[in-house]
Nanobody
Framework: QVQLVEFGGGSVQPGGSLTLSCVVT????????LGWFRQAPGKKRELMAS????????WYPDYVKDRFTISRDNAKNTFYLQINGLKPEDTAVYYC???????????????WGQGTQVTVSS
C-alpha cells in the first residue's frame, strides 16, 4: 500500500520560514518524480514545485522560485519543501504527490498525500 504522509505544517508569521516533509512508503522511491501542490480556499490546486526522478531537475512557477526549494533524500524515502519569506497569500493546504518517471509532476499524479495546512498571519 502506497502512503505519502506530510509533516511540518502549522501557523507562521509573515517573513518566517517553514520546511514541509513528505515520507513515502510502498513504492520504488527513486523511480518517482515528486512534487508539492497547494490549494487555497476557493482556488484550484496548483503545482508549486517538482523534482525529477532521473536528474533531480527542479521546477517552480516564476512567482515563487526565489522562495521555494524542493529537495529529496532517496535514502530516507522523503522529500521536502522549504519556504522562506512566507506571505499571507501562501496560506493553503499543501499536498505532496508522486508521479512515476515523469519529467515534471502532472496535474493528475499517481499518488497524493493527505495535505497539511500552512497558515501565514500575524
Amino acid at each position: 500500500q502506497v502512503q505519502l504522509v506530510e509533516f511540518g505544517g502549522g501557523s507562521v508569521q509573515p517573513g518566517g520560514s517553514l520546511t514541509l516533509s513528505c515520507v513515502v512508503t510502498g513504492l520504488t522511491f527513486d523511480q518517482y518524480t515528486l512534487g508539492w501542490f497547494r490549494q487555497a480556499p476557493g482556488k484550484k490546486r496548483e503545482l508549486m514545485a517538482s523534482i525529477s526522478w532521473r536528474n533531480l531537475r527542479t521546477w517552480y512557477p516564476d512567482y515563487v522560485k526565489d522562495r521555494f526549494t524542493i529537495s529529496r533524500d532517496n535514502a530516507k524515502n522523503t522529500f521536502y519543501l522549504q519556504i522562506n519569506g512566507l506571505k499571507p497569500e501562501d496560506t493553503a493546504v499543501y499536498y505532496c504527490a508522486a508521479d512515476r518517471m515523469r519529467v515534471i509532476v502532472t496535474t493528475d499524479p499517481d499518488y497524493w498525500g493527505q495535505g497539511t495546512q500552512v497558515t501565514v498571519s500575524s
